[in-house]
């Protein structure tokens, strides 16, 4: 038996989220069914990390166990033929028996993007949060620094979150801003957020970014971050951001010596 771990890439906007549901619908439940349509196998797979309903995933990292013994240099071509068209499976690779690709992950970075635009983007609405009035984008980058480091993200975690610590570290945070065309409506661009950490608790980066539209909109201010960390209460912080401006970017491990195949 061998364990296979999978880079996966998905287009979340039909889903209900990674993690199988009994109402089925999940990236989860789309890769276990081309896995048995292709092995034979009923088995389970295991996700780096569980994306709500709606969001997307650029990088997901997954593992399961197979006795096939289908070349792992052929996997991911044998498994995109028997996926839906919006799930992608990039690189193969065989790793370590004990290998998990959530306990194993190092850190995550998901990425945010918002469309601060008059008018929406047609071809990329599915993926940006449109946003049509003005955003303070020095605010918001101040206002971000201050997520850094090690803290307790309760204010800033679902109260369905499984109960435990919510102590989290935030490696790095960073905006950045591409300049829209002079003749498009106001100080107009494409905002992209990246939040890396070695772990995140259920919406902590949408109620991370819906508290910074606030700051950014002028409704709070930046510095009151420390404030609602402190507070460890939901109620202070601000809404959760829509899913679909939401995509898992990147997740790091410590595999050397392995080769993935794409």
């Known amino acids: ?24 619908n999940t990236i989860q439940d789309m890769l276990e069914k081309a896995i048995f349509e292709l092995t034979g196998e009923v088995v389970k797979v295991y996700g780096s990390g569980r994306t709500d309903a709606g969001v997307h995933a650029q990088a997901q990292m997954v593992n399961f166990y197979t006795d096939a013994q289908i070349s792992v240099e052929r996997f991911s071509l044998a498994m995109n033929t028997r996926l839906p068209k919006d799930i992608v499976v990039l690189r193969a690779a065989v790793v370590p028996d004990g290998f998990h690709a ?18 929406p983007d047609v071809f ?24 850094e480091c090690t803290h307790d993200f309760t204010s800033f975690c679902s109260v369905k979150s499984a109960k435990g610590s919510h102590v989290r570290t935030i490696m790095e945070a960073r905006l950045e801003f591409e300049p829209s065309p002079p003749d498009w409506y106001g100080e107009a661009g494409v905002i992209r957020i990246y939040i890396t950490g070695n772990d995140f ?13 606030q700051v950014g909109e002028g409704k709070r201010k930046a510095e009151e971050i420390p404030a609602i960390l402190a507070a460890m209460s939901r109620q202070k912080a601000g809404p959760t ?5 939401l ?14 195949y794409s």
Do not use: C
């Open 241 to 245: 951001a829509e899913a679909h401006g």
């Open 1 to 24: 038996m061998r364990n296979l771990a999978f880079v996966v890439s998905y287009d979340g906007s039909s889903y209900n989220g990674f993690q199988s549901q009994p109402f089925g």
């Open 201 to 213: 608790l259920h919406n902590m980066v949408r109620i991370i970014v819906g508290t910074l539209l």
């Open 102 to 119: 959530r306990r194993h992950a190092l850190q995550k970075t998901y990425q945010y993007t918002i469309q601060r635009t008059k008018f």
């Open 124 to 147: 990329e609405r599915g993926y940006r949060f449109h946003h049509p009035l003005r955003l303070d984008i020095e605010a918001m980058r101040t206002a971000l620094k201050y997520f």
């Open 247 to 260: 995509m898992l970017w990147d997740v790091q491990y410590d595999l050397p010596g392995i080769t993935f």
